[in-house]
């Protein structure tokens, strides 16, 4: 028999539960496969354990992607914090409004601006994933373009201006190209 070992736990969404398990448990699978672990969930609490079975980087992932996926991440953009250099970086609302419902549903909005679109060009400059879930924001990213889609989403919450935001998101692109290539060829 091969010894455990609890990597770590977490409380999800009752209605991020069925997401984490996927159709025919598929999503929990690959979870458990990638992370070389084992994930138990109480569906009652919404408690989720992961436990180790090998390697416990692998774990502490699996782990990484339970909560993304519980912070409105689909599991295919979660599971890829499974690649090299993926991370996970989730933003409190209540750090930059309290404990004001009023103007953490503004800053929501902020985030997300009409139609999607402020989130959907910072995705797209940074090349990373951004969700906005109860009262956090959420971002998947490699370490480069991470940096960047955090910058930009602060930058919002602290109430700079959506010209500015994608102001300086224009004059990152280069740095982040260039980067990424001193990162891939020395």
Do not use: C, W
Not at 76 to 103: C, P, W, Y
Not at 120 to 137: F, M, P, R
Not at 146 to 164: D, F, N, Q
Request: hydrophobic letters at 40%; aromatic letters at 6%; glycine letters at 8%.
């Amino acid at each position: 028999m091969v010894k455990m070992y609890e990597t770590g736990s977490l409380k999800i969404p009752m209605n991020r539960i069925a997401v984490v398990i996927g159709k025919n448990g598929e999503t929990k699978n690959e979870i458990e496969r990638l992370g070389q672990s084992v994930i138990d969930i109480d569906s009652k609490t919404g408690l989720v354990t992961v436990y180790q079975k090998k390697d416990a980087l692998k774990a502490l992932i699996a782990l990484n992607v339970v909560q993304a996926i519980a912070r409105g991440f689909s599991p295919e953009k979660a599971l890829t914090l499974f690649n090299e250099n993926m991370q996970l970086i989730v933003i409190s609302l209540k750090d930059f409004a309290g404990h004001n419902s009023n103007r953490i549903n503004e800053l929501r909005g902020r985030v997300i601006g009409r139609n999607g679109r402020t989130r959907q060009i910072i995705e797209e400059l940074t090349n990373t994933y951004i969700s906005v879930s109860g009262n956090t924001v959420s971002i998947i990213g490699d370490f480069i373009g991470i940096g960047y889609s955090k910058e930009a989403v602060e930058m919002l919450l602290l109430g700079r201006k959506h010209k500015t935001v994608y102001s300086y998101l224009e004059k990152s692109v280069s740095e982040i190209k260039f980067k990424r290539m001193e990162q891939t060829f020395g």
